[in-house]
């Protein structure tokens, strides 16, 4: 899988889903966002649209979670974002 060539070192163990995003989800996914930042105070539409933007890409894409079993903090879950086009990972919204 891509998400596992480009971090590498995935311990064995690791448990591996993904759910793609496509247009439909997204729309969904951007919705989600706006609701919660105008319910937390954020009603210039500009900036809310530009939040939105940071938070959710347009285009489609894969939401892969790796979870770790184990260790001293028990299961560990990483969520990564890979570009249905491209197959790189998505950077994580800062």
């Not at 247009?23 to 649209?49: C, M, T």
Request: glycine share 8%.
């Amino acid at each position: 899988m891509i998400v596992i060539e480009q971090l590498g070192n995935i311990p064995p163990g690791t448990k591996c889903s993904a759910v793609f995003f496509d247009a439909q989800r997204i729309g969904r996914e951007k919705e989600f966002y706006a609701k919660l930042y105008s319910e937390n105070g954020v009603h210039d539409l500009e900036v809310l649209r530009a939040m939105v933007a940071a938070n959710v890409p347009d285009d489609p894409y894969w939401l892969v979670s790796l979870k770790s079993s184990g260790g001293p903090l028990g299961e560990v879950t990483h969520l990564h974002r890979v570009d249905d086009r491209t197959g790189k990972m998505l950077p994580d919204p800062a």
